[in-house]
């Protein structure tokens, strides 16, 4: 077996993290290192998708879930508007391997992909 992701290991409180939103197939929890006023990672409890294209492609309600559960926390946490962000391949920045959204709100300055 892998070792279980640092996603999997918030999910089963061995990790402690800001959760602000819970279901029984999905989670969300502040990143630890914000790159906006609002940054939240949302992500299934399953780790069995490694990256969005998987997800797509094994469980569309699953992805539909995630980006329902984005706009939900904008609306609690910002003014309902946000960028959404699925880093795909180390290459393009993804660090962990657990499919997550990266939901970004709050004021993100006036460029309209990538942080600046
Ligand atoms: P990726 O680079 O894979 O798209 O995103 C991984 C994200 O997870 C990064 O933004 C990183 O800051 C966040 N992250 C990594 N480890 C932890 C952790 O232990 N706790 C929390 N809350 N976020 C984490």
Not at 79 to 105: I, K, M, P, Y
Request: aromatic share 6%; glycine share 8%.
């Amino acid at each position: 077996m892998a070792e279980p992701s640092i996603f999997t290991r918030i999910i089963a409180r061995e990790v402690p993290a800001t959760i602000v939103f819970e279901t029984d197939r999905v989670i969300a929890f502040n990143d630890i290192a914000p790159q906006a006023p609002v940054h939240i990672i949302v992500t299934p409890k399953t780790e069995r998708y490694r990256d969005v294209v998987e997800l797509a492609a094994g469980d569309s309600e699953l992805l539909a879930e995630l980006v329902s559960t984005a706009r939900t926390l904008a609306d609690e946490h910002a003014d309902g508007e946000f960028r959404l962000v699925f880093n795909t391949g180390a290459s393009a920045g993804q660090t962990v391997f657990h499919v997550h959204a990266h939901v970004l709100a709050g004021g993100l300055g006036e460029g309209t992909l990538g942080s600046e």
